[in-house]
């Protein structure tokens, strides 16, 4: 198995440098859906105080608007994997790009808040199968030296979406018009749609389902000669007849399976626990709790959109170059240290302006450091630890823990600011951050440049979990 041609070797003609872009292109189109999903992660941000003056909701109700598409994406993740594997990846993402435009619109033309709740439910369904379907469609057509910023790609294409909408409701927030904030999402989930029908399968799971020959011609579409797609066919063939058992039967039957399915769901209440949507949903609350005007609040959010996008460039940078264990102990350091900060300025309050632009550095601070290894490097290593045939239930359970995680966190978030004060609630982050690196360092392999097939023979050999990449 080789990279593309830049990175594999110096003599690759130019009809292979065609076939391996081919692959990295394809998994750039599948990455969009994380464009849709951030695109509605972020919308709400500043369409919520307006909403919530319209629809006169309190602390309550607006927890519910906002976990509302969380909750949706816990369901719709719960049977991501079975539609994954009945319809496949594509299958899975077209259904998600259905759902995308009808919650959009719902919501975009809701007379009150039980439709809007309706709406976002419908965008968490569609969040829930994407999340779960296109991390997992670009690991299986990536090669492994290009695997790790691929995936990650994925979460810059989240994290742009959060920015662009972000700049969206910026733009609109002086004339109050929330609706056009959520109904311009209607435009780039369009796009999804078209892109998603020129998508070719997996070819893992065309082997799964026994269409050798189709699977052959994918991936020699793919890989950068015949022989080379030729073995890596022989590779999951291998795999595939190595276990019988799939899914749940794999579960409860192996117990090196089981260890590698609650490290993914450990490594997404990570991410939760991290902090960051919190801050995504509410960052125009958070400022407010500092004493920015509504309009400058809503600015500074746009800032925060801006340096997650750029930072998470830098994670795909680094990630195949530095690794995954280095970039995300360094990523939870960052996150308590500047989580510290910001809880301490709200305990003394940041009355000044001069305290104003240090809470501002700290919370940026903070989402660069999610930003270049809890934001990515999750959903990457995910999709990396579980084998062949385990792959769709251990990435499901782990998809849905993010969302359940998600739903709890945006839910009681605006409760816990009312009730604990905002100060106490970020400390409780950065020691949660704090925890996180010793969570790395003791359980999370290194996978940079490891094959799949590698790693799920380690797995099977009975390996540390830590030790897997070796």
């Known amino acids: 198995m080789v990279g593309i041609a830049a990175s594999s070797s110096e003599g690759l003609s130019t009809g292979q440098t065609r076939s391996t872009a081919r692959a990295t292109t394809l998994g750039i189109l599948a990455a969009l859906a994380g464009l849709m999903f951030g695109l509605d992660t972020g919308v709400v941000a500043g369409a919520l105080p307006f909403i919530a003056t319209d629809f006169h909701a309190g602390d309550v109700l607006q927890g519910w608007i906002v976990s509302s598409m969380m909750a949706g994406a816990a369901v719709g993740s719960l049977f991501a994997g079975r539609i994954s594997v009945r319809f496949g990846r594509t299958g899975a993402m077209l259904g998600a790009a259905i759902l ?22 419908f965008l968490g369904l569609a969040v829930g199968v994407a999340a779960f379907a296109a991390p997992l469609y670009i690991s299986e057509i990536t090669v492994e030296s290009v695997r790790g910023a691929m995936i990650s790609f994925y979460q810059l294409m989240v994290s742009l979406g959060i920015f662009l909408a972000f700049v ?9 018009h929330w609706r056009w904030m959520l109904g311009v999402m209607a435009v780039p989930a369009s796009f999804f749609l078209v892109i998603v029908l020129i998508l070719p399968h997996s070819p893992r799971w065309l082997m799964m389902r026994g269409e050798t020959e189709h699977a052959r011609r994918v991936l020699q579409s793919l890989r950068s000669d015949e022989e080379v797609a030729e073995a890596e066919l022989i590779d999951i063939q291998s795999r595939l007849q190595k276990s019988s058992d799939a899914g749940i039967g794999l579960f409860k039957s192996n117990p090196n399976f089981r260890r590698t399915v609650f490290l993914g769901m450990l490594l997404q209440i990570m991410q939760q626990l991290s902090g960051i949507n919190a801050l995504l949903y509410y960052a125009p609350r958070v400022f407010q709790a500092a004493h920015f005007g509504t309009n400058a609040a809503i600015w500074a959010t746009t800032l925060v959109g801006l340096t997650n996008m ?23 350091a960052i996150a308590a ?4 900060g910001v809880g301490t300025l709200l305990a003394i309050g940041a009355n000044s302006f001069e305290s104003q632009l240090l809470l501002c550095g700290f919370v940026l601070l903070f989402v660069a450091g999610f930003a270049i290894g809890e934001g990515p490097l999750v959903w990457t290593l995910c999709s990396e630890v579980q084998p062949t045939r385990g792959r769709d239930f251990g990435i499901g359970c782990s998809t849905v823990t993010n969302w359940a995680a998600n739903w709890a966190i945006s839910n009681m978030f605006p409760l816990g600011m009312a009730m604990m004060g905002a100060s106490v609630t970020f400390l409780m982050f950065a020691l949660f951050n704090g925890l996180f690196i010793v969570v790395t360092v003791l359980f999370v392999p290194e996978t940079k440049g490891v094959s799949l097939e590698k790693l799920e023979a380690n797995l099977f050999a009975g390996m540390r979990l830590r030790d897997l990449g070796r």
Not at 100 to 121: D, S, Y
Not at 168 to 176: E, F, I, P
């Open 310 to 332: 750029a930072l998470t460039g830098v994670a795909i940078a680094c990630v195949d170059r530095w690794g995954r264990r280095p970039l995300l102990i360094l990523s939870c």
């Open 168 to 176: 969206s409701d910026s733009l609109l927030a002086s004339g109050g």
């Open 337 to 340: 240290f500047s989580l510290a």
């Open 100 to 121: 995308f435009l009808i919650g959009t619109l719902l919501c975009a033309l809701a007379p009150g808040a039980a439709i809007m709740i309706v709406g976002r439910i």
